[in-house]
């Protein structure tokens, strides 16, 4: 299948989950992220914070325990650059917190610490779907894709995804930037 036609298909899977499912399998996620990985060794950690309509997966449950077990890790979250395709990065700080017009919180630019996108050590990603090679399938407006080009060479790159991956994307790219995990409920995936 094709990345438009995967978009539309998880997207209806994801708004057709009962909450207490979508519930369930945010938790089991954040168990299954905190078993595969550790971050003792790394200073900085970037990831997204939930669109709730898109029903996304609840990150703030994955900050919590971030923050429990590594207090000294910095963690790192995106601010859309309003008519762009752009994004700038701030230190986490929650009660710096603005929501955008979208519904997104994104911190607040003139009271967060920006973060230079080479400190960053690791970044998870938002994703509908990956596939065993480790490409993926976001929403089609290529924010991601930028944003991973401008990251040093060996960020190690985390899909967070409530699905299993797909065999195969017909029309993954060559210049894609691939995934070296993806962490679902139920398994994590390496990809080479």
Not at 93 to 107: M, S
């Amino acid at each position: 299948m094709n990345k438009q036609h995967l978009r539309q298909q998880y997207r209806a899977l994801r708004k057709s989950l009962p909450l207490p499912v979508f519930r369930q399998r945010c938790t089991q996620l954040v168990e299954q992220f905190l078993q595969a990985f550790d971050l003792q060794s790394y200073r900085y950690l970037h990831l997204f914070l939930p669109i709730e309509k898109q029903v996304e997966l609840d990150t703030f449950l994955l900050i919590a325990a971030i923050q429990r077990r590594y207090p000294d890790l910095v963690l790192v979250v995106p601010r859309v650059i309003a008519g762009t395709f752009e994004m700038e990065h701030f230190r986490y700080e929650p009660d710096k917190l603005l929501v955008n017009a979208w519904g997104i919180p994104e911190p607040n630019p003139d009271v967060s610490e920006a973060i230079a996108v080479g400190l960053l050590d690791v970044v998870l990603l938002p994703l509908l779907v990956c596939d065993e090679q480790g490409n993926r399938v976001g929403y089609g407006k290529g924010f991601y894709d930028r944003f991973l080009t401008q990251c040093k060479p060996d960020v190690l790159k985390i899909g967070l995804c409530l699905e299993p991956p797909v065999s195969h994307i017909d029309d993954a790219q060559p210049w894609d930037v691939r995934l070296d995990a993806c962490v679902t409920p139920n398994a994590t995936y390496y990809f080479g």
